[in-house]
């Protein structure tokens, strides 16, 4: 696929690019958050390459948190898009069937492993994934009488109601009186930072005990739950993944206790991982999936998919206005199919395996990077002080500071990346899954540069 970006329309100028710029500032909520990090105005998109409006090209590692599992403006997205428009098909129609609906359905369940798909049901939320977390929570409350959830450290499910108690960040929840009151919050294993100060193996075995008899324990204050959810991968969470055998142990766990596990698939969906799939990893088969962001195809979209023994919902329990988004239905469709033929999910292991390879193996002389994990193409690179002492699990100091000025002197390399994770100091990487190997050796050349220019400095000045 060629890489050329047209000109802008617009007079590509810095003068414009900060003219708008101000407008967004004086007009839009201070929530915004993205804008803050990247001040920039893309005009044009294509792959991997995003050009903003002052002419300056930039990699796009960012992915639209995940969404792009094609890059900006694939051909085969473009393509369905415009037979869809082309064809006179109505653009919203609630949740009337379709044939666009019908396909998409067909395209999402060839994608699902066999035995979750055999007796699944789907239900087309709003068009956020959080609106498909409130979903299953809600279904799960309704088909077990029950209201209490479990939820994890470091999780990350959305921001409405239901969906903010689930994640575990504090700073959003704070504000808002008991948004957390049923939800129990259970440890994730997470090496780097063991919960229990053991890290590795033990650690989540340690994690796995402790739920369990956490659950058992009658003086244990966990009243019977709705649910357990989870992220087989945690994304804004800071790119931490579950270890398989973890996985199956939560499984066995939830399964003998006959609560239903839900699985939050939004960012780790649709070959981001390196299996179509996140739960094919431990081949689980868990009681639901959640779903957004590249199942769209780049456009607004979010299903529930789940056990039909769950289905006890009475029309009208959960509805949206904007379930029936057809474009979105159309490019993701094309996307689950391509994605499929092309083996994407396979090269994104291929190639998130050697990114992996390359930046641990910075850390030899980039003391700055503390550790590097994730999974496939949803990889981090936590940043920490290297002076410092490490802990009982080798882990050093987080260094939120070192990590947003590394973020932005990677946009001066032309590089876009985001951070996350604990103190949000940890770079995420969510490049396209068409991310092609000469893009891989700029991504990471530009983040071992930024990193370089960001903390040789610094430990200079502490030595001298």
Request: proline letters at 6%.
């Amino acid at each position: 696929m060629s890489t050329h970006i047209s000109t802008p329309i617009s007079t590509g100028t810095g003068d414009y690019a900060d003219a708008v710029l101000r407008r967004q500032r004086a007009r839009e909520s201070s929530a915004r958050t993205y804008a803050r990090s990247f001040p920039i105005v893309p005009v044009r998109a294509e792959g991997m390459t995003i050009e903003g409006a002052d002419g300056r090209r930039y990699l796009d590692c960012l992915s639209g948190a995940g969404t792009l599992a094609l890059g900006h403006n694939h051909p085969v997205v473009l393509e369905a898009v415009r037979r869809t428009v082309d064809s006179g098909a109505p653009l919203h129609v609630l949740d009337l069937a379709t044939p666009e609906k019908d396909a998409f359905t067909d395209a999402l369940f060839a994608t699902l492993p066999r035995a979750f798909a055999e007796r699944a049901r789907v239900h087309f939320c709003g068009p956020a994934g959080t609106d498909a977390v409130e979903a299953a929570l809600k279904l799960m409350q309704t088909a077990t009488g029950q209201r209490g959830v479990l939820a994890f450290t470091g999780a990350y499910h959305g921001m409405t109601a239901g969906a903010l108690a689930a994640t575990a960040g504090v700073a959003a929840k704070t504000p808002v009186p008991g948004i957390a009151a049923d939800v129990t919050r259970l440890p994730y294993p997470y090496a780097y930072r063991c919960p229990f100060g053991v890290g590795g193996e033990q650690g989540s075995r340690l994690s796995a005990t402790y739920i369990e008899r956490l659950l058992d324990d009658p003086a244990g204050g966990v009243v019977a739950p709705a649910a357990m959810i989870l992220e087989a991968v945690q994304g804004e969470g800071g790119a931490v993944p579950a270890p398989d055998a973890w996985m199956r142990e939560l499984r066995r766990i939830t399964a003998e206790r006959e609560i239903p596990l839900i699985v939050d698939e939004v960012q780790t969906g649709v070959g981001r991982t390196g299996a179509f799939w996140a739960v094919e990893h431990s081949g689980i088969v868990p009681d639901a999936i959640v779903m957004s962001k590249a199942i769209g195809g780049s456009l607004p979209l979010a299903v529930l998919v789940y056990h039909e023994d769950y289905d006890g919902w009475l029309p009208g329990a959960h509805t949206g206005t904007f379930r029936g988004n057809t474009l979105a239905m159309a490019a993701g469709a094309a996307t689950l199919r391509y994605v499929s033929s092309e083996g994407l999910a396979e090269r994104a292991a291929a190639v998130g395996a050697r990114m992996a390879a390359r930046l641990d193996a910075l850390r030899a002389h980039l003391p700055a990077i503390g550790d590097v994990r994730g999974r496939g193409l949803m990889l981090g690179v936590e940043l920490v002080d290297a002076e410092a002492s490490p802990d009982s699990c080798g882990a050093r100091p987080a260094v939120p500071q070192v990590a947003a000025d590394v973020r932005a002197a990677c946009l001066d390399r032309g590089l876009i990346v985001e951070l996350g994770g604990r103190y949000d100091s940890t770079v995420r990487l969510l490049p396209p899954l068409t991310i092609t190997d000469d893009q891989v050796e700029a991504v990471l050349d530009r983040l071992a540069d930024a990193v370089a220019a960001v903390s040789g400095p610094r430990l200079a000045e502490r030595s001298a």
